[in-house]
């Protein structure tokens, strides 16, 4: 595992991945943060898309204070809130249900959510990881003319919010939809990523048997592991992620085992310097 220090903090940033993620150490975000380790820290999100932060055990405020180093927390319209702060979204697997598809959060709205974050409280003696995979460097490795073909085609997704929250009793998708590119420049560096999710109605753009078609071929070639890194869990840990560059997977292995945690959403990012 590469680690690179950051001079004037005691942050180290330990590589997770050749491509992407990251460790986090000499930080407690039980405590309020100077600026110069904030701006450090988003210059981590910026670069590795997906921070884990060990043994931190926050409190539900304590995780919003940690989000908004680096972006403004969401009032989610759906999700049951900890009856601490309304800004914090409790998940049990064993009430709620699991979310074991590859996804992105926050599609029925637009823009989508720019970070999602979670704190965990139980986890199972085995199994349990989640798989992040890297939608920017999935962008890069396709050719030209794919890209070329891409550049106008958009996927629709359902609009009712209601149908995203684990647990909630999904309706049939009505009138309300909303699209997407399925290839997006990122808002605060520019570059460009595939952006899709398993949930994808159909395509646009293309005839209806070429949007089957090119669907199936980017979901496979977007979850490929030559894109994706996959980290643990054990109570504690904090890990937040670039929802606008990456999108992930919580592996079901574990069957009835114990998986709770706590979830805490970021929309309209924070900038770093350069």
Known sequence: MTTVTHPDTNLAIHRAGPRFGAEVTGVDLTRPVDETTADALRRAFRDHKVLV?????????Q???????FAEAFDHPTAVRHPD?????????????????WHIGGLWRTPVFAIES?????????GGHTLWADLQAAYDDLSEPFKTLLADVRAVYD???????????????????VEHPVVREHPLTGRKGLFLSSSALRLTGVTP????????HLLRHASSPDYTIRFGWRPGDFVLWDNQATWHYAVDDYGDGARAYRKVIGVEPLRTAP
């Open 209 to 216: 048997q070429e949007g089957r078609a090119l669907l199936d």
């Open 159 to 177: 609009g009712n919010p209601q149908n995203y929250a684990q647990g909630s009793k999904k309706t049939a998708v009505g009138e309300t939809t």
């Open 118 to 126: 979670l704190t965990y409280q139980e986890v199972p003696d085995l």
């Open 85 to 101: 702060s309304p800004l914090v979204y409790p998940y049990n697997v064993r009430q709620t249900g699991k979310a074991s598809t």
């Open 63 to 69: 995780h919003v204070a940690a989000v908004r180093l």
């Open 53 to 61: 932060f060990r043994d931190q055990r926050l409190t539900p405020e």
